[in-house]
T-cell receptor
């Protein structure tokens, strides 16, 4: 079993919908939780990161971490076609980019 | 554009061959990371260099090696290539050795035939 599980999708939603992307993990040592966005043929781009449990909001994006359930989520409000990409969750015990464990990614398409 | 430059963008080579992938980090970044992204394994950390010295190793095969030069660019050498080495190889950079945020390049797509 992988340390980080992520539903690969694909996920298609209409423009304006609320999108929920999720990951579960098994390693209790993980303290830092990140979401990356990867457009086709591009490198991953860090969207948000959260330390320990709680919520963090940035514009249309909200990241949630529930360490008791070992479950993290990314919500996208008012989704746009430009949000169409693969979203990768990533986690680490130390916070350092060198020790990130990535999920397999969820492919999202927002239809106009 | 992240500011991290990788060359070449695409590489096709035969089994048993050796290739070198190159990465120029963002201006001011001292730390370079190499990642491999394949369909079955996802994105996996290979190795990190900080200011010319190896800092951390991940799931890097013995056939693979890397180095960071005094001008801070880095090269990833892959030898005795196998079909299973076909993947996207990303370089990322950050200012410090323990930074949370690393900026990724656009990757080199390696196809071994």
């Amino acid at each position: 079993q992988k340390e980080v599980e992520q539903d690969p999708g694909p996920l298609s939603v209409p423009e304006g919908a609320i999108v929920s992307l999720n990951c579960t993990y098994s390693n209790s040592a993980f303290q830092y939780f990140m979401w990356y966005r990867q457009y086709s043929r591009k490198g991953p781009e860090l969207l948000m990161y959260t330390y320990s449990s709680g919520n963090k909001e940035d514009g249309r994006f909200t990241a949630q971490v529930d360490k008791s359930s070992k479950y993290i989520s990314l919500f996208i409000r008012d989704s746009q076609p430009s949000d169409s990409a693969t979203y990768l969750c990533a986690m680490s015990a130390s916070g350092s980019a060198r020790q990130l464990t990535f999920g397999s990614g969820t492919q999202l398409t927002v239809l106009p | 554009d992240s500011g991290v430059t990788q060359t070449p963008k695409h590489l096709i080579t035969a089994t048993g061959q050796r290739v070198t992938l190159r990465c120029s980090p963002r201006s001011g970044d001292l730390s370079v990371y190499w990642y491999q992204q394949s369909l079955d394994q996802g994105l996996q950390f290979l190795i990190q260099y900080y200011n010319g010295e190896e800092r951390a190793k991940g799931n890097i095969l013995e056939r693979f090696s890397a180095q960071q030069f005094p001008d801070l660019h880095s090269e990833l050498n892959l030898s005795s290539l196998e079909l299973g080495d076909s993947a996207l190889y990303f370089c990322a950079s950050s200012v410090g050795p323990g930074d949370t945020e690393a900026f990724f390049g656009q990757g080199t797509r390696l196809t071994v035939v």
